[in-house]
């Protein structure tokens, strides 16, 4: 817990006790310091507004800072000096409410541009929290205001004790101040009007009902109380919402103004519906549709106008929609952050505060899931509505600890410049039985069910195999990830022909210019470094030759100044984004510089088509991976003279003209509108795949309560999109994630990167070999259709069961240890590997990851004659977390030498011995040896028993692999896996 001591350089006389309207005084006034700690500063006061009512205060301490008076009463001039000013203040009696907001009311000179502080503390110089806000003086008119809202710091252990109680009453608050300029002698100058602080009006349950408007559909009721907030909004036989404060108006400089501060009129225009007027006079006068249906509750802006100076750059509708956290029972808070995260009831009732957006949200819905009813928010804009406005979402958890109710709210652009005004789209609550409801009601009320169906997206030779294929990732610079192959990729064609398993959707990188990833975007048509466009085709001729399918890398989005193509464009002062400042926007990737690029300009854009037309046209290829056009933010548009959001509309319309020419995938998950053309998404859907999110999830946080993973992000549209893990990570190479892309309706990817570390440990291929019946066998069954069902079976949210159309169930342990989980009907149960699965369809087992005790990682088993039987020894590189490589073969063997001329009579000899190199003996075991690769080499076994590896006669060069397994007992041991080139040398 943070404790802190007030910095007293000067200290003032505190004020004495006043009564407050809000609540009755708990505790007797502050004593005052000694008389000599009295400064000539203390004759100067600043005005504490309290629930409405008015105290001029002097300060309690300064620091680097003084007051003076400005000749208007209340008003105090604050001169902060020095890069850290602060000035207290005491309240004139402990204030028990729960605190809505502070504002500091600013007036008279233009202040400095920097951050201002917010420091709550109680009686006993606790630090309560601290909250930050910005100070602007871009349009400054004489008076304006800085809000800070303490419902933000729900995510902060106030009392020490871990469990985010907040500490009441509260005493003193602290304004601080850190100018930008930090290192300038010029003082930051303040003409405080007020400082205001404000009660959130009570316990919900407490609001006055007396006299409110009853709105009625069917069943459905709602109160619309005189002061515009909905009050017991109840659906399918149950209260969803005691209660949802309307609207909230934010300025482009983060002010806040509020619907409990407006004069309300409420007016019925039919049984099921009402217009909610709110005018907050100098800020802004709203008109609101509210609407009831049938479980749902309808909230619209028809109409908004800038009353201010500065801008309104977003609405928040509602400002926050309370929901009571049951006694006992499942309770989650899902969020669409990274794929999904699950937020556990515990979480919630210790007050969690948070804000979600796009681009790492992939839809537009947040929601509240329990055991037999769920509730979300989400605005209707489906495609066909013009402009795309991107929204924000959250938690609000404040009355979490005193009321038990969380909350959720929503908020969406607005840009309405001041004398302006506009209307927004409407933003639904929607109550249902389960989560999948909401994403029904989702669908429809955007139109997305009238989408095309991922099938539909695909021609007929992507239709019949892509459904069964690993996205298997080959970076041209680095074939096979060692030093040995680095800068060569002729080892990429030799991989190709020699990996088992498939088919495989292989996606090429790092094929163009000069091969560097990351650098000369977009000269991907330029194929220097492979020798020459057939060397290209050849690539791509080996593939399919293979029965696989070609994709390669683009980004269509960020581009290189020292390109051909940019030159040949103009540069990019022609072709690039601005901001709002109208500069160039900048990003770096692999500490390499380059500038996004506005492709809805002529030449962009004919480039970036022409370049699709020629991959598929020239050389075959089956798809296109365009990188990044799902995690672009909206900001981008000062030079085309177009509001924030217009750079998203001219993303999705490029991708939709780019889909027509080849199915297009992308990494990131934002934005799904962008879902309506694409074929595929490679993003982060799932956290356990990076390692700076993965200690996150499937373990206790700091307040000792579980945040888990769940697949909003794959399941809203299912049937839409082939969902893919992050191509430019990790595969999916521990058992962890195995489960999770399975209960995620992932389909599989790994990288060819990592197959030298593969062979180190002795997994060679097989991992790959296990990807790819575990694709064929289970994930290919769900690709395409539409999940229906997902659901965490245990209290520990450590067994999941997920269900897609067509009868396709998986079980899923995400347990480090083995666990028996139950099969269909009255099958019993299966005890799986250390987070195993299994699969089923139409009620009958299929597939499974099944325990061993002679091997932890266990084995994939298909359900043959009433059990499963095992099919292949299952070798990840981890059994869970960030990728160790601690999974390795049970012998070492060795083939010497390791390559071999092609042509001739010399072989390898073929050695085993422990993993740690000591000898073995292999005297009563049966020894198995498994030869796989082109038809190139075969064994031999000498009189002595020594066994060889020798080529076969004609001179064929290529990759062998051998593997030996050793029984004993009827206990297999599996040698590791040796490759042997054949070589021309």
């Given amino acids: 817990m943070k404790r802190r001591t007030f910095l007293a350089t000067t200290a003032a006389v505190s004020a004495p006790a006043v009564a407050l309207s809000a609540a009755p005084a708990v505790a007797a006034p502050l004593a005052a310091p000694a008389p000599g700690d009295a400064s000539s500063a203390a004759a100067e006061t600043v005005r504490l507004v309290i629930d409405g009512i008015s105290h001029d205060l002097p300060p309690t301490t300064v620091h680097n800072t003084t007051l003076a008076a400005t000749g208007t009463a209340g008003q105090a001039r604050v001169t902060m000096t020095g890069p850290y000013s602060e000035f207290s203040m005491a309240f004139p009696s402990p204030y028990v409410p729960g605190l809505a907001r502070v504002s500091v009311w600013l007036t008279g000179v233009t202040p400095k541009k920097g951050n201002l502080w917010l420091k709550l503390f109680d009686g006993d110089s606790e630090e309560w929290g601290t909250l930050a806000s910005r100070v602007d003086p871009a349009g400054f008119d004489g008076r304006t205001r800085v809000t800070f809202e303490p419902q933000r710091l729900a995510r902060m252990t106030w009392s020490g004790k871990g469990d985010g109680r907040l500490t009441h009453p509260l005493r003193r608050l602290v304004l601080v101040f850190f100018p930008d300029d930090k290192q300038s002698a010029d003082p ?33 009721r709602v109160l619309v109380d005189g002061h515009g907030r909905l009050l017991d909004w109840t659906s399918g036989g149950r209260v969803q919402s005691p209660g949802v404060l ?27 519906e009402a217009r909610v007027g709110l005018t907050v006079p100098g800020f ?27 801008p309104i750059l977003r609405i928040t509708c509602p400002e926050v929609a309370y929901r009571v956290i049951p006694a006992e029972g499942t309770m989650l808070g899902i969020a669409p952050k990274w794929g999904g995260l699950a937020h556990t009831r515990s979480v919630l009732a210790g007050g969690f505060y948070a804000n979600y957006g796009m681009p790492t949200a992939t839809h537009d819905l947040i929601l509240f899931e329990e055991d037999d009813s769920a509730l979300g928010v989400y605005s209707v804009q489906p495609a066909s509505a013009k402009p795309y406005r991107p929204t924000q979402f959250g938690f609000v958890g404040a009355r979490a600890r005193e009321e038990s109710l969380t909350g959720l709210m929503h908020r969406l652009d607005a840009w309405i410049a001041p004398g302006g005004s ?3 789209p409407a933003t639904r609550l929607v109550a249902g039985g389960t989560a999948f409801d909401l994403f029904a009601a989702y669908r429809a009320d955007n139109e997305v069910d009238s989408w095309r169906g991922l099938s539909d997206k695909l021609g007929p ?40 398993g498939g088919p495989y959707s292989v996606e090429l990188a790092s094929y163009y210019s000069d091969g560097q990833h990351d650098h000369h975007y977009p000269d991907f048509l330029t194929f220097d470094y492979l020798g020459g466009p057939a060397e290209f085709q050849r690539l791509i001729d080996t593939i399919h030759d293979g029965g696989h399918y070609a994709s390669a890398y683009t980004n269509p989005t960020w581009w290189h100044p020292d390109s051909r193509a940019v030159a040949e464009l103009g540069g990019v002062e022609r072709i690039g984004i601005r901001d709002g400042h109208g500069k160039l926007v900048t990003k770096t990737h692999t500490d390499n510089l380059g500038y996004l690029i506005g492709g809805w300009r002529k030449a962009p854009r004919a480039l970036i088509l022409d370049q699709l037309r020629t991959f598929r046209d020239t050389y075959g290829l089956d798809m296109m991976f365009q990188d990044e056009i799902a995690r672009r933010e909206y900001d981008y548009s000062a030079d085309f003279c ?8 001219k993303l999705v319309e490029q991708t939709a ?47 000792g309560v579980v945040v888990q993973q769940w697949p909003l992000g794959t399941g809203v549209m299912h049937d839409k999109v082939a969902f893919y893990p992050h191509n430019l990570d990790r595969g999916v190479d521990t058992t962890e994630n195995l489960s999770w892309a399975l209960a995620f309706g992932l389909n599989l990817h790994y990288q060819a990167q990592h197959m030298e570390r593969d062979f180190r440990a002795g997994r060679g291929f097989e991992m790959l070999k296990g990807l790819s019946l575990v694709q064929r066998r289970v994930a290919g069954r769900y690709f395409g259709r539409k999940m229906t069902a997902f659901r965490y079976l245990t209290e520990d949210l450590k067994v999941s069961r997920t269900v897609f159309d067509g009868g396709v169930e998986i079980v899923a342990s995400h347990d480090i240890q083995p666990r028996a989980l139950s099969l269909p009907g009255n099958l019993g149960t299966v005890t799986v590997a250390p987070h195993g699965f299994v699969a089923s369809e139409h009620g009958t087992p299929t597939y499974a990851l099944i325990d061993d005790a002679h091997h932890r990682p266990g084995h994939l088993a298909r359900w043959t004659g009433g059990r499963f039987v095992p099919e292949l020894a299952w070798y990840p590189a981890d059994l869970a977390g960030y990728r160790s490589d601690t999974i390795h073969a049970d012998l070492r063997l060795t083939a010497t030498p390791a390559e071999l001329p092609a042509a001739g009579t010399t072989r390898a000899a073929l050695a085993l011995a422990a993993w740690d190199g000591a000898p073995v003996d292999l005297s009563g075991a049966d020894i198995e040896w498994e030869i796989e690769g082109r038809p190139i080499a075969h064994l031999v076994t000498d009189a ?21 397994v050793v029984t004993r007992d009827g206990v297999p041991a599996y040698s590791g896996v040796e490759l042997v080139k054949l070589t021309d040398g």
């Fill in 188 to 220: 930051l100058v303040l003409d405080i009007d007020s400082v205001e602080v404000v009660g959130d009006g009570g316990p919900v349950a407490g609001w006055s009902r007396t006299g409110a408007l009853e709105l009625t559909s069917g069943a459905d």
């Fill in 246 to 272: 309307p609207l909230a108006v934010y300025y482009d400089n983060g002010t806040g103004v509020f619907s409990d501060e407006a004069t309300v009129d409420v007016t019925r225009v039919a049984a099921d």
């Fill in 284 to 310: 802004f006068a709203a008109e609101l549709a509210v609407r009831l249906r049938a479980g749902r509750l309808e909230l619209r802006p028809t109409a908004i106008r800038n009353l201010w100076s500065r």
């Fill in 422 to 424: 506009g209307g927004l």
């Fill in 461 to 500: 030779r992507l239709r019949a195999g892509l459904p069964d294929a690993v996205h298997l990732k080959v970076d041209l610079w680095q074939p096979t990830g060692g030093t040995w192959a680095t800068g060569r990729p002729e080892a990429a064609l030799e991989y190709l022909r020699a990996v088992p």
């Fill in 642 to 649: 177009a509001p924030p959001y217009a750079y998203c509309e």
């Fill in 657 to 703: 003209q780019s889909a027509a020419i080849l199915p297009i995938g992308t990494e990131g998950v934002g934005g799904d509108r962008l879902f309506q053309t694409l074929a595929s998404s490679l993003g982060f859907f799932l956290n356990t795949m990076q390692g700076d999110r993965a200690n996150t999830y499937d373990g206790p946080n700091r307040n």
């Fill in 944 to 964: 002595d028993g020594s066994v060889w590896l020798a080529p076969n006669p004609g001179g064929a060069t290529g990759w062998v692999t051998v593997r030996a």
